[in-house]
C-alpha cells in the first residue's frame, strides 16, 4: 500500500531539502519553526493486465454503447491522440497511446472498418518528429499508416482541413479538425497526467484553430480559473464544455478513452529525486553527490540531452471509456487519488525548484518564458481550495533560466522574449497590443505548418497561463536565474534562498511562513 | 576709414572656399557694407554656387551675420543676391577657365584678393606647381590679357623664407641676401615633366599585377568591377604618393621645409615678373590658427596643421614632440590676418606696401615651451576620454630630438600593420573583425601623426623671425576707429589666454573626441537603423550566408548527400568532404562563381524528387537551426513596413525554397533538369554572385519602379561589395575583417546577429538518420540509395 502524501513541518533535525534548478539541482536549508514541504504521495501500483483493462473499458463503457456496436463497414473512423505534451517525462515503450489505439484498431479490423485516419492532436503545438510519433503510436501503427498519409497532426491553419461548427450561447466560436468533425466515430486517446488534462478539453482544444481557442486561452478566462486542476472552478474547463455541447449538438459522436498514469517517475539512478530526502540512505546520498558534481562539469547542452533522454517508468493506473463527462468524471477521481495532499491553511511563501521539463519543451529548451510558465502557470495553479500562498505573498523558484532557445521549436518566443517582454509583462496589454500580428503572422504559420515549430502565438498563451499567479502574488523571485531574463521576465533574481527570503522580507517581513511544493513527483494540494 | 574707402568697390576673391577665404568674405559682407564681391570658385559637379552656397555660407563664420540681419529688412539670403556673384572659375588652368560673360565681370573688379592655394602639406608636387606658383600668375596674365589694372592682393606664406635662422625681413627672396638664382619655368617643366614620368611608370606591367594584388588583398573576391575600380584607385595614389614625395625632396634639397613653402616662394618670384601693368600687394601670413575674436572667439575651418598634433598628444596617441623649449612657435589669428589683407586692399596700391607679412615671432613671440605647458595643462584639467570613458593622462612633454619621435613612431605603426597584417589573415567575423577594423583606424591615426610629426618639425626647426616693420606701418596709419574694427596687431594677443580659452575649446569642439566621461551609447547605431527602417525605404535586399544563417552551400549539399545514406557510408563521405574542404574554401575565396558552378556539378544524377522530397526537411533541420532570429526578425519588419524584401543568394533554389513566405522575390542558382528527372549538374545561368548581385537588384527595381537610393541592402563580406555599393543604405552583417574596415570607414550600419543561444549544435552538416525503410526508397531516374 502506497503512503499517500505527507507535510512535514521542518525543525532543526530536517535534512536539507533538494530544489530542482533545471538541469540540475541544490540542497536548501528551510527555516525551522515555519516551514512546510509537501511532498507527493508514493506511486499507485500499476494495472497488472493493462491490455486486458483497456479491452474491458471499451467493451464496458460509461454512459455509451460498446466501441465493436459502433463500428460498421464502410464507416469513417477518425482516432485522434494526445501529442508529444504528455506524459512527462516521455513513458517507456510502448506507449499507453500505442496500445490502446492498437486495441481500438483490433476491434475496427474485426468491423471491416477500412476508412482510418489516425491524427495527433496538437492544437497549436508544434509538429511531432517521426521518431515522436513512432514512440507514441509505435512502428506497427506508423509503417501502417503514415506512408499512406493516414497517420498526421492537426494542422490548425489549413483552412481546407477545418470545420466550423457554431457558437456558443456565449458567443465562442467552435473550429475543429474537419475530417474528425465530419467521422461517423471520432476516438479520443488520452493520458490524463494531471486533473487538467482530458474531457472536453481533449477535443474542443486538441483539435481546434486560433479561432476558437481565443476564447478561452486569454488573460481573463486563465486569470478567473481557480485553479487548472480544479474543474468545476476553472473558466477554462467551463468554456471547453460549452463548446463540447456544440460539438454533441452538431451531430460529432465522440468516444473518449481516458488514462491515468502513476507518478513513478524517474528511472534509476535518478530515483532519489522522488524520495524524501530524510529517507535517503547511503547509496541515494552517493548518487546524488554524483549526479550533481557530475552535472557541474557538463556543459549544458550535454546535460540537457541526458535528461530529456530519461524515459519514465510510471504506468497506467486506470482506464476508462465511454461519453466524454461520464468517463472524465471517473478519471478526475482516479487522478486526485492518486495526486491529492491535504494541506491546512496558506503561507507567505512559496517556493518550487523548477525542473528541466514542461509541457512545451520535450526535446528541446526550457527557455525562460517556459520557465515563467512552469512556475507560475503550473506549480502554483496545483491546488484545489485556495492557492499554496496567501494573496499578496510571494513566489520563490529556483532556476537558472538562461537566455536560450531552440530556433526550431520556439522562434515566436525569441521575439516575443526580444519584442513583447521588452517593453510589457502584462498579460492584458499584450493580449491588446501584439497577439494579433503574431497570431496571424505568415511566417510563423509557415513554421508551425511545415516544421516544428510551436504556432506564433504560443508564447502569448504561456504568459497568459501566469495570469493568476501574477495577479494573485506581491512578488515572483528566482534564484540563481540569469539576471537579464529574470528581470525581462518582470520578476527579482536572487543569488541564493537566503538572499532570496531577505528580498522577500520587503513584502512578508522577517518571519515568514513558508511551503515547499515537492515536485515533480506532481501533486495537487487540497488546501483547507 | 577702409569701409569708406573700399564703398562701392567690387572685390574678387579666389580660394573663398578655404580657411582664410572664408572668413574674408564674412568679414567683408559684415564690415565692409558698401563692397560687392565676386567669387570665383571651381565648379566641380555641383556648379559654383551651389558649392558657394554649400561650402561658404552654411559655414557657421556666417552664424552673427545673419543674426544681426535677421531684424533687418534684407534678411542674409537678400544681402547675398544683392552683393555676391559667384564665377565659375580655376587657377589652376591657363585664362582661369572663365567664360566670356564671366571675363568680363572679373575684369570689372576694383581689387582682387588671390587667397587659392593648394595648402595640405601632402600636396603632390605638380598640383602645388600649378595651384601656388603659376596660380598667382595667371591671374596676372589674365588681367593683363584684358587690359585692365586691378589691385591685385596676393596671399602667400611668411614660409617662403625657407629654413633659416635670424630675421626674415619683408621683400622678395630673390633679392634676398640666399638667393639661389633658381628659374621658375624650368621648375614648372621638371613637375610636369615628372607627373608624365610617374603616369607612365604606374602603368607598367609589373606595377598594375601589384596593385591588382594589393586590390585583391584588400576586397577579397569583389567581381571584376569592383576590382578594376579599387586597382585604380590604388594606381591614382600611388602616383599621388610619389609625386608627393618628389615635392618634399625638391623642397628640402634647396632649403624649403615643404612643397607649399617652395612653391609659394616660386609663385611670388614668377608673378613680380609676369605682373606688367598690375599693381601688386602680397600678404604673407604665418601659420594661421583659430580667431582671436571675429566672426567669434575660437572659429576655425577645416582640421589644420597644429590641431591634429594637439589632439594626437591629448589622445596619447603622441607622447613626445620635437622642437626646442624656447624656440618660437609663428601662430597669428586668422581673423588678424583678414584684417591685414583688407587694409592693405583699402590702401590701394599706390600707398599699400609691396610685401607686408602677418606675423607674431618679431614682435609678439609664442614660445614653444609656452604653447606646450599651456596645452598640457589644459588637458590635465579637461581630458580627452577613451572609448572605455576613462580620462586619458597626457604624457610630460620631453622636449626630444625629432628622430626620436619619430622613431617612437614608426615602431608603434609596424606593430599596429603586422597584427593587422596577422588579423585580416583570419577568418573573423562579427565582433572580432570590428576589433580589427578599429585597429587600422588606429593605424591611420598614427600615420597621420607620423606625417604631421614629419611636417611640423620641419617647421619647428625653421627658426626664421619674420619681421613686421611693413604691417605696423599699415597698423599706424590707420584711424582708431578702423583699429578697433579691423584689429591686424599682433600685439594684440595674450597668448596664454589665447591658447587656453579660444584655441584649445574650438580644437576640441572640432576634432570630435570624446570630451565627457561615461561610457559611448550607440546613438549613431540607433539612428542609422531608424534610417534603415524607416517606411520610405522601398526594397529590402539580403544575402543569405552568414548574413541570415551560418550556413553554406557545401552544408546544404552536405545534408542532402547524406540523408539516404547509412552509417560507414556518412562517415566516408564526412572524411572525404574534410579533406576537400581546405581546396573547396581557397577556390571560393578566389571566385565565387566559380566556386558554384564547380561545386554545383556534384548534384550531378541527383533525382529532382528525391531532392525535393528532403528539401522539405532542409528548412527546419539545417537553415531554421542555424538561423540568425534577430535577421529572421529584420526581414518581417521590413515586410510590416511595406517594403519589398529580395533574397539573393548563390545557393540553389530548391535549398532556399523553405524561406519564401520571408521574401518577395528570391534570386538563387538554378541548375538545368534532364529529360529522365535528374539534375545535370549544370547552372541554368550565371550565379548571382559579386556585382551580378547588383545588377539584379537594380534590375529588380527598375522593373518594379522603386529607387536604388531607398532601398537597403543586408550583407556580410567584400564580395558583396557591389550590391552594398549600389544602395542608398548599406548594412554590414556580421562583418570579415575586411568588410568591418570599410564599413566603419564609409559610416555603414553594422548589425551583429547571432544564432539562437542555447540552439542545438549539429557537430556535423549531415541529414539525421532516417528509418531503414524510408533510406531504402526509390525515386525516378535513379538506382535505389543513389548517392549522386
Same mark, same amino acid.
Given at each position: 500500500?502506497?503512503?499517500p502524501?505527507?507535510?512535514?513541518?521542518?525543525d532543526?533535525?530536517?535534512?536539507?531539502?533538494?530544489?530542482?534548478?533545471?538541469?540540475?539541482?541544490?540542497?536548501?536549508?528551510?527555516?525551522?519553526?515555519?516551514?512546510?514541504?509537501?511532498?507527493?504521495?508514493?506511486?499507485?501500483?500499476?494495472?497488472?493486465?493493462?491490455?486486458?483493462?483497456?479491452?474491458h473499458?471499451?467493451?464496458?463503457?460509461?454512459?455509451?454503447?460498446?466501441?465493436?456496436?459502433?463500428?460498421?463497414?464502410?464507416?469513417?473512423?477518425?482516432?485522434?491522440?494526445?501529442?508529444?505534451?504528455?506524459?512527462?517525462?516521455?513513458?517507456?515503450?510502448?506507449?499507453?497511446?500505442?496500445?490502446?489505439?492498437?486495441?481500438?484498431?483490433?476491434?475496427a479490423?474485426?468491423?471491416?472498418?477500412d476508412?482510418?485516419?489516425?491524427i495527433?492532436?496538437?492544437?497549436?503545438?508544434?509538429?511531432?518528429?517521426?521518431?515522436?510519433?513512432r514512440?507514441?503510436?509505435?512502428?506497427?501503427?506508423?509503417?501502417?499508416?503514415?506512408?499512406?498519409?493516414?497517420?498526421?497532426q492537426?494542422?490548425?491553419?489549413?483552412?481546407?482541413?477545418?470545420?466550423y461548427?457554431?457558437?456558443?450561447?456565449?458567443?465562442?466560436?467552435?473550429?475543429?479538425?474537419?475530417?474528425?468533425?465530419n467521422?461517423?466515430?471520432?476516438?479520443?486517446?488520452?493520458?490524463?497526467?494531471?486533473?487538467?488534462?482530458?474531457?472536453?478539453?481533449?477535443?474542443?482544444?486538441?483539435?481546434?484553430?486560433?479561432?476558437?481557442?481565443?476564447?478561452?486561452?486569454?488573460?481573463?478566462?486563465?486569470?478567473?480559473?481557480?485553479?487548472?486542476?480544479?474543474?468545476?472552478?476553472?473558466?477554462l474547463?467551463k468554456?471547453?464544455?460549452?463548446?463540447?455541447?456544440?460539438l454533441?449538438?452538431?451531430?460529432?459522436?465522440?468516444?473518449?478513452?481516458?488514462?491515468?498514469?502513476?507518478?513513478?517517475?524517474?528511472?534509476?539512478?535518478?530515483?532519489?529525486?522522488?524520495?524524501?530526502?530524510?529517507?535517503?540512505?547511503?547509496?541515494?546520498?552517493?548518487?546524488?553527490?554524483?549526479?550533481?558534481?557530475?552535472?557541474?562539469?557538463?556543459?549544458?547542452?550535454?546535460?540537457?540531452?541526458?535528461?530529456?533522454?530519461?524515459?519514465?517508468?510510471?504506468?497506467?493506473?486506470?482506464?476508462?471509456?465511454?461519453?466524454?463527462?461520464?468517463?472524465?468524471?471517473?478519471?478526475?477521481?482516479n487522478?486526485y487519488?492518486?495526486?491529492?495532499?491535504e494541506?491546512?491553511?496558506?503561507?507567505?511563501?512559496?517556493?518550487?525548484?523548477?525542473?528541466?521539463?514542461?509541457?512545451?519543451?520535450?526535446?528541446?529548451?526550457?527557455?525562460?518564458?517556459?520557465?515563467?510558465?512552469?512556475?507560475?502557470?503550473?506549480?502554483?495553479?496545483?491546488?484545489r481550495?485556495?492557492?499554496?500562498v496567501?494573496?499578496?505573498?510571494?513566489?520563490?523558484?529556483?532556476?537558472?533560466?538562461?537566455?536560450?532557445?531552440?530556433?526550431?521549436?520556439?522562434?515566436?518566443?525569441?521575439?516575443?522574449?526580444?519584442?513583447?517582454?521588452?517593453?510589457?509583462?502584462?498579460?492584458?496589454?499584450?493580449?491588446?497590443?501584439?497577439?494579433?500580428?503574431?497570431?496571424?503572422?505568415?511566417?510563423?504559420?509557415?513554421?508551425?505548418?511545415?516544421?516544428?515549430?510551436?504556432?506564433?502565438?504560443?508564447?502569448?498563451?504561456?504568459?497568459?497561463?501566469?495570469?493568476?499567479?501574477?495577479q494573485?502574488?506581491?512578488?515572483?523571485?528566482?534564484v540563481?536565474?540569469?539576471?537579464?531574463?529574470?528581470?525581462?521576465?518582470?520578476?527579482?533574481?536572487?543569488?541564493?534562498?537566503?538572499?532570496?527570503?531577505?528580498?522577500?522580507?520587503?513584502?512578508?517581513?522577517?518571519?515568514?511562513?513558508?511551503?515547499?511544493?515537492?515536485?515533480?513527483?506532481?501533486?495537487?494540494?487540497?488546501?483547507? | 576709414?577702409?569701409?569708406?574707402?573700399?564703398d562701392?568697390?567690387?572685390?574678387?576673391?579666389?580660394?573663398?572656399?578655404?580657411?582664410?577665404?572664408?572668413?574674408?568674405?564674412?568679414?567683408?559682407?559684415?564690415?565692409?557694407?558698401?563692397?560687392?564681391?565676386?567669387?570665383?570658385?571651381?565648379?566641380?559637379?555641383?556648379?559654383?554656387?551651389?558649392?558657394?552656397?554649400?561650402?561658404?555660407?552654411?559655414?557657421?563664420?556666417?552664424?552673427?551675420?545673419?543674426?544681426?540681419?535677421?531684424?533687418?529688412?534684407?534678411?542674409?539670403?537678400?544681402?547675398?543676391?544683392?552683393?555676391?556673384?559667384?564665377?565659375?572659375?580655376?587657377?589652376?588652368?591657363?585664362?582661369?577657365?572663365?567664360?566670356?560673360?564671366?571675363?568680363?565681370?572679373?575684369?570689372?573688379?576694383?581689387?582682387?584678393?588671390?587667397?587659392?592655394?593648394?595648402?595640405?602639406?601632402?600636396?603632390?608636387?605638380?598640383?602645388?606647381?600649378?595651384?601656388?606658383?603659376?596660380?598667382?600668375?595667371?591671374?596676372?596674365?589674365?588681367?593683363?590679357?584684358?587690359?585692365?589694372?586691378?589691385?591685385?592682393?596676393?596671399?602667400?606664406?611668411?614660409?617662403?623664407?625657407?629654413?633659416?635662422?635670424g630675421?626674415?625681413?619683408?621683400?622678395?627672396?630673390?633679392?634676398?641676401?640666399?638667393?639661389?638664382g633658381?628659374?621658375?619655368?624650368?621648375?614648372?617643366?621638371?613637375?610636369?615633366?615628372?607627373?608624365?614620368?610617374?603616369e607612365?611608370?604606374?602603368r607598367?606591367?609589373?606595377?598594375?599585377?601589384?596593385?591588382?594584388?594589393?586590390?585583391?588583398k584588400?576586397?577579397?573576391?569583389?567581381?571584376?568591377p569592383?576590382?578594376?575600380?579599387?586597382?585604380?584607385?590604388?594606381?591614382e595614389?600611388?602616383?599621388?604618393?610619389?609625386?608627393?614625395?618628389?615635392?618634399r625632396?625638391?623642397a628640402?634639397?634647396?632649403?624649403?621645409?615643404?612643397?607649399?613653402?617652395?612653391?609659394?616662394?616660386?609663385?611670388?618670384?614668377?608673378?613680380?615678373? *609676369?605682373?606688367?601693368n598690375? &599693381? +601688386?600687394? $602680397? @600678404?604673407?601670413p604665418? !601659420?594661421i590658427?583659430? %580667431?582671436?575674436?571675429? #566672426?567669434?572667439?575660437?572659429?576655425?575651418?577645416g582640421?589644420?596643421?597644429?590641431?591634429?598634433?594637439?589632439?594626437?598628444?591629448?589622445?596619447?596617441?603622441?607622447?613626445?614632440?620635437?622642437?626646442?623649449?624656447?624656440? *618660437?612657435?609663428?601662430?597669428? &589669428? +586668422?581673423? $588678424? @590676418?583678414?584684417?591685414? !589683407?583688407?587694409?592693405? %586692399?583699402?590702401?590701394? #596700391?599706390?600707398h599699400?606696401?609691396?610685401?607686408?607679412?602677418?606675423?607674431?615671432?618679431?614682435?609678439?613671440?609664442?614660445?614653444?615651451?609656452?604653447?606646450?605647458?599651456?596645452?598640457?595643462?589644459?588637458?590635465?584639467?579637461?581630458?580627452?576620454?577613451?572609448?572605455?570613458?576613462?580620462?586619458?593622462?597626457?604624457?610630460?612633454?620631453?622636449?626630444?630630438?625629432?628622430?626620436k619621435?619619430?622613431?617612437?613612431?614608426?615602431?608603434?605603426?609596424?606593430?599596429?600593420?603586422?597584427?593587422?597584417?596577422?588579423?585580416?589573415?583570419?577568418?573573423?567575423?562579427?565582433?572580432?573583425?570590428?576589433?580589427?577594423?578599429?585597429?587600422?583606424?588606429?593605424?591611420?591615426?598614427?600615420?597621420?601623426?607620423?606625417?604631421?610629426?614629419?611636417?611640423?618639425?620641419?617647421?619647428?626647426?625653421?627658426?626664421?623671425?619674420?619681421?613686421?616693420?611693413?604691417?605696423?606701418?599699415?597698423?599706424?596709419?590707420?584711424?582708431?576707429?578702423?583699429?578697433?574694427?579691423?584689429?591686424?596687431?599682433?600685439?594684440?594677443?595674450?597668448w596664454?589666454?589665447?591658447?587656453?580659452?579660444?584655441?584649445?575649446?574650438?580644437?576640441?569642439?572640432?576634432?570630435?573626441?570624446?570630451?565627457?566621461?561615461?561610457?559611448?551609447?550607440?546613438?549613431?547605431?540607433?539612428?542609422?537603423?531608424?534610417?534603415?527602417?524607416?517606411?520610405?525605404?522601398?526594397?529590402?535586399?539580403?544575402?543569405?550566408?552568414?548574413?541570415?544563417?551560418?550556413?553554406?552551400?557545401?552544408?546544404?549539399?552536405s545534408?542532402?548527400?547524406?540523408?539516404?545514406?547509412?552509417?560507414?557510408?556518412?562517415?566516408?563521405?564526412?572524411?572525404?568532404?574534410?579533406?576537400?574542404?581546405?581546396?573547396?574554401?581557397?577556390?571560393?575565396?578566389k571566385?565565387?562563381?566559380?566556386?558554384?558552378r564547380?561545386f554545383?556539378?556534384?548534384?550531378?544524377?541527383?533525382?529532382?524528387?528525391?531532392?525535393?522530397e528532403?528539401?522539405?526537411?532542409?528548412?527546419?533541420?539545417?537553415?531554421?537551426?542555424?538561423?540568425?532570429?534577430?535577421?529572421?526578425?529584420?526581414?518581417?519588419?521590413?515586410?510590416?513596413?511595406?517594403?519589398?524584401?529580395?533574397?539573393?543568394?548563390?545557393?540553389?533554389?530548391?535549398?532556399?525554397?523553405?524561406?519564401?513566405?520571408?521574401?518577395?522575390?528570391?534570386?538563387?542558382?538554378?541548375?538545368?533538369?534532364?529529360?529522365?528527372?535528374?539534375?545535370?549538374?549544370?547552372?541554368?545561368?550565371?550565379?548571382?554572385?559579386?556585382?551580378?548581385?547588383?545588377?539584379?537588384?537594380?534590375d529588380y527595381?527598375?522593373?518594379?519602379?522603386?529607387?536604388?537610393?531607398e532601398?537597403?541592402?543586408?550583407?556580410?563580406?567584400?564580395?558583396?561589395?557591389?550590391?552594398?555599393?549600389?544602395?542608398?543604405?548599406?548594412?554590414a552583417?556580421?562583418?570579415?575583417?575586411?568588410?568591418?574596415?570599410?564599413?566603419?570607414?564609409?559610416?555603414?550600419?553594422?548589425?551583429?546577429?547571432?544564432?539562437?543561444?542555447g540552439?542545438?549544435?549539429?557537430?556535423?552538416?549531415?541529414?539525421?538518420?532516417?528509418?531503414?525503410?524510408?533510406?531504402?526508397?526509390?525515386?525516378?531516374?535513379?538506382?535505389?540509395?543513389?548517392?549522386?
Amino acid at each position: 500500500m502506497p503512503r499517500p502524501g505527507f507535510v512535514l513541518e521542518v525543525d532543526r533535525n530536517t535534512p536539507p531539502i533538494m530544489f530542482w534548478r533545471g538541469e540540475g539541482f541544490s540542497l536548501e536549508k528551510l527555516p525551522a519553526g515555519r516551514s512546510r514541504v509537501i511532498y507527493a504521495p508514493e506511486p499507485e501500483k500499476a494495472l497488472d493486465d493493462i491490455d486486458g483493462a483497456i479491452r474491458h473499458a471499451l467493451l464496458n463503457p460509461y454512459d455509451h454503447d460498446p466501441l465493436p456496436a459502433l463500428m460498421f463497414p464502410g464507416m469513417k473512423l477518425t482516432i485522434a491522440f494526445d501529442d508529444v505534451s504528455l506524459p512527462l517525462p516521455p513513458m517507456r515503450r510502448p506507449d499507453i497511446r500505442q496500445r490502446v489505439i492498437e486495441a481500438v484498431l483490433d476491434i475496427a479490423a474485426d468491423a471491416g472498418v477500412d476508412d482510418v485516419h489516425i491524427i495527433a492532436a496538437l492544437a497549436l503545438h508544434r509538429r511531432m518528429t517521426e521518431a515522436e510519433l513512432r514512440h507514441a503510436v509505435g512502428d506497427r501503427v506508423y509503417d501502417a499508416f503514415a506512408p499512406h498519409g493516414l497517420l498526421y497532426q492537426h494542422d490548425a491553419e489549413d483552412p481546407d482541413a477545418l470545420e466550423y461548427l457554431g457558437a456558443t450561447p456565449q458567443g465562442e466560436d467552435v473550429e475543429i479538425n474537419k475530417r474528425a468533425a465530419n467521422s461517423d466515430l471520432l476516438v479520443y486517446v488520452n493520458i490524463n497526467l494531471v486533473a487538467m488534462d482530458g474531457g472536453w478539453k481533449s477535443t474542443a482544444t486538441g483539435l481546434s484553430s486560433y479561432k476558437s481557442l481565443q476564447h478561452h486561452h486569454n488573460p481573463k478566462t486563465m486569470e478567473a480559473s481557480r485553479s487548472f486542476m480544479d474543474q468545476h472552478k476553472s473558466e477554462l474547463h467551463k468554456s471547453n464544455w460549452r463548446m463540447g455541447k456544440v460539438l454533441v449538438d452538431s451531430g460529432v459522436k465522440v468516444f473518449q478513452i481516458e488514462t491515468t498514469m502513476n507518478t513513478d517517475t524517474f528511472p534509476k539512478p535518478f530515483d532519489f529525486l522522488s524520495k524524501r530526502e530524510w529517507e535517503w540512505n547511503a547509496k541515494d546520498r552517493a548518487s546524488f553527490i554524483g549526479v550533481s558534481a557530475a552535472l557541474k562539469r557538463t556543459p549544458n547542452r550535454m546535460a540537457r540531452n541526458i535528461f530529456h533522454g530519461i524515459e519514465a517508468p510510471h504506468q497506467m493506473t486506470s482506464v476508462q471509456a465511454g461519453e466524454v463527462g461520464a468517463v472524465h468524471k471517473v478519471t478526475t477521481e482516479n487522478v486526485y487519488r492518486q495526486q491529492l495532499v491535504e494541506v491546512q491553511g496558506q503561507t507567505d511563501i512559496l517556493t518550487m525548484g523548477i525542473p528541466y521539463i514542461c509541457p512545451y519543451n520535450v526535446n528541446s529548451i526550457m527557455n525562460p518564458i517556459l520557465v515563467m510558465c512552469m512556475g507560475l502557470g503550473y506549480l502554483f495553479n496545483m491546488y484545489r481550495g485556495m492557492p499554496l500562498v496567501r494573496e499578496g505573498g510571494v513566489v520563490i523558484m529556483t532556476h537558472p533560466t538562461p537566455i536560450e532557445f531552440n530556433p526550431v521549436h520556439h522562434p515566436s518566443y525569441i521575439d516575443f522574449f526580444e519584442q513583447v517582454l521588452s517593453e510589457t509583462t502584462d498579460p492584458y496589454v499584450m493580449s491588446q497590443k501584439y497577439e494579433k500580428s503574431f497570431a496571424e503572422d505568415e511566417w510563423y504559420k509557415h513554421l508551425y505548418r511545415t516544421g516544428h515549430a510551436y504556432h506564433g502565438v504560443h508564447p502569448f498563451y504561456m504568459w497568459y497561463w501566469g495570469s493568476h499567479g501574477m495577479q494573485h502574488c506581491s512578488r515572483v523571485i528566482i534564484v540563481g536565474g540569469d539576471v537579464k531574463a529574470v528581470r525581462r521576465l518582470g520578476f527579482t533574481p536572487a543569488s541564493t534562498m537566503d538572499d532570496a527570503f531577505e528580498i522577500a522580507s520587503d513584502v512578508v517581513g522577517r518571519t515568514p511562513t513558508i511551503s515547499h511544493l515537492h515536485a515533480p513527483p506532481l501533486m495537487v494540494c487540497d488546501v483547507k | 576709414m577702409i569701409a569708406e574707402q573700399l564703398d562701392g568697390t567690387r572685390i574678387a576673391i579666389t580660394g573663398s572656399t578655404g580657411f582664410v577665404g572664408t572668413a574674408l568674405v564674412e568679414r567683408l559682407l559684415r564690415s565692409v557694407p558698401g563692397c560687392s564681391l565676386v567669387l570665383l570658385i571651381r565648379g566641380g559637379k555641383r556648379g559654383a554656387p551651389e558649392r558657394a552656397r554649400r561650402e561658404i555660407f552654411k559655414n557657421d563664420a556666417f552664424d552673427r551675420l545673419k543674426e544681426e540681419l535677421r531684424e533687418t529688412a534684407e534678411p542674409f539670403d537678400a544681402m547675398l543676391e544683392r552683393r555676391v556673384i559667384t564665377v565659375n572659375g580655376d587657377v589652376s588652368t591657363d585664362g582661369l577657365g572663365l567664360s566670356e560673360a564671366d571675363r568680363a565681370i572679373f575684369a570689372s573688379c576694383d581689387v582682387i584678393i588671390h587667397s587659392a592655394a593648394a595648402v595640405a602639406f601632402d600636396s603632390p608636387l605638380d598640383t602645388a606647381v600649378e595651384i601656388n606658383l603659376l596660380g598667382p600668375t595667371r591671374v596676372a596674365q589674365t588681367l593683363n590679357d584684358m587690359n585692365v589694372t586691378p589691385h591685385l592682393v596676393a596671399v602667400s606664406t611668411c614660409y617662403v623664407a625657407g629654413n633659416r635662422r635670424g630675421n626674415a625681413p619683408e621683400e622678395l627672396v630673390s633679392e634676398g641676401p640666399f638667393d639661389l638664382g633658381l628659374n621658375w619655368r624650368k621648375e614648372v617643366a621638371a613637375a610636369r615633366r615628372l607627373r608624365s614620368d610617374t603616369e607612365a611608370a604606374s602603368r607598367l606591367p609589373e606595377q598594375l599585377r601589384e596593385f591588382r594584388s594589393d586590390a585583391r588583398k584588400e576586397l577579397g573576391a569583389a567581381g571584376a568591377p569592383a576590382l578594376a575600380s579599387k586597382t585604380e584607385h590604388i594606381r591614382e595614389k600611388w602616383c599621388t604618393d610619389q609625386l608627393v614625395e618628389a615635392g618634399r625632396a625638391r623642397a628640402a634639397s634647396i632649403g624649403w621645409p615643404d612643397a607649399y613653402a617652395y612653391t609659394k616662394a616660386l609663385g611670388e618670384q614668377a608673378l613680380m615678373e *609676369t605682373k606688367g601693368n598690375v &599693381p +601688386v600687394s $602680397i @600678404v604673407r601670413p604665418s !601659420i594661421i590658427e583659430s %580667431a582671436l575674436a571675429e #566672426p567669434r572667439p575660437g572659429w576655425i575651418r577645416g582640421f589644420r596643421m597644429a590641431e591634429p598634433v594637439i589632439i594626437s598628444y591629448a589622445r596619447g596617441l603622441l607622447t613626445q614632440f620635437p622642437g626646442v623649449p624656447e624656440g *618660437t612657435v609663428d601662430v597669428i &589669428p +586668422v581673423d $588678424i @590676418v583678414v584684417a591685414a !589683407i583688407i587694409a592693405v %586692399a583699402a590702401m590701394g #596700391p599706390e600707398h599699400a606696401p609691396r610685401i607686408t607679412q602677418v606675423a607674431s615671432g618679431g614682435i609678439n613671440p609664442l614660445k614653444y615651451k609656452t604653447l606646450v605647458d599651456n596645452v598640457r595643462t589644459w588637458f590635465t584639467e579637461h581630458p580627452l576620454y577613451d572609448a572605455e570613458g576613462q580620462p586619458i593622462v597626457v604624457p610630460e612633454w620631453q622636449f626630444p630630438a625629432r628622430g626620436k619621435v619619430q622613431q617612437q613612431l614608426k615602431r608603434a605603426k609596424t606593430v599596429v600593420t603586422r597584427t593587422e597584417r596577422a588579423l585580416q589573415a583570419l577568418p573573423l567575423r562579427g565582433t572580432q573583425a570590428t576589433w580589427a577594423a578599429k585597429l587600422e583606424e588606429r593605424k591611420h591615426d598614427i600615420e597621420r601623426a607620423y606625417e604631421y610629426v614629419q611636417l611640423y618639425g620641419l617647421y619647428t626647426e625653421c627658426e626664421a623671425i619674420y619681421q613686421v616693420d611693413n604691417l605696423m606701418k599699415v597698423w599706424d596709419s590707420l584711424p582708431a576707429t578702423d583699429q578697433a574694427a579691423f584689429n591686424c596687431d599682433p600685439r594684440s594677443v595674450d597668448w596664454p589666454k589665447y591658447v587656453t580659452t579660444i584655441h584649445l575649446p574650438s580644437v576640441v569642439a572640432h576634432a570630435r573626441v570624446k570630451s565627457t566621461p561615461g561610457k559611448n551609447r550607440n546613438d549613431r547605431a540607433d539612428r542609422l537603423r531608424r534610417n534603415v527602417l524607416s517606411p520610405e525605404r522601398h526594397v529590402a535586399a539580403f544575402d543569405l550566408e552568414n548574413t541570415l544563417i551560418s550556413s553554406n552551400v557545401v552544408e546544404s549539399f552536405s545534408f542532402l548527400a547524406t540523408r539516404r545514406l547509412n552509417m560507414p557510408e556518412r562517415m566516408r563521405y564526412v572524411l572525404r568532404t574534410l579533406a576537400q574542404a581546405p581546396g573547396l574554401s581557397s577556390m571560393d575565396r578566389k571566385d565565387r562563381a566559380d566556386f558554384l558552378r564547380y561545386f554545383y556539378r556534384r548534384y550531378e544524377d541527383a533525382p529532382v524528387a528525391q531532392i525535393d522530397e528532403d528539401s522539405k526537411d532542409l528548412l527546419t533541420q539545417l537553415i531554421i537551426t542555424k538561423s540568425f532570429p534577430a535577421g529572421m526578425r529584420r526581414v518581417r519588419e521590413h515586410r510590416a513596413l511595406g517594403h519589398r524584401t529580395v533574397l539573393i543568394t548563390g545557393a540553389l533554389d530548391f535549398a532556399v525554397a523553405g524561406l519564401k513566405p520571408l521574401f518577395d522575390e528570391i534570386v538563387a542558382a538554378e541548375m538545368t533538369v534532364r529529360p529522365d528527372g535528374t539534375y545535370s549538374g549544370e547552372l541554368a545561368k550565371v550565379p548571382p554572385t559579386g556585382e551580378t548581385r547588383a545588377q539584379v537588384l537594380a534590375d529588380y527595381c527598375k522593373a518594379e519602379g522603386f529607387l536604388l537610393e531607398e532601398c537597403v541592402a543586408y550583407a556580410d563580406s567584400t564580395s558583396d561589395l557591389p550590391l552594398l555599393e549600389c544602395v542608398g543604405f548599406p548594412v554590414a552583417v556580421n562583418p570579415e575583417t575586411r568588410l568591418a574596415a570599410i564599413a566603419r570607414k564609409r559610416g555603414w550600419l553594422v548589425e551583429e546577429w547571432e544564432k539562437a543561444p542555447g540552439g542545438p549544435r549539429p557537430l556535423l552538416p549531415i541529414g539525421t538518420m532516417l528509418s531503414e525503410r524510408e533510406r531504402k526508397r526509390t525515386f525516378v531516374g535513379s538506382a535505389p540509395r543513389s548517392r549522386f
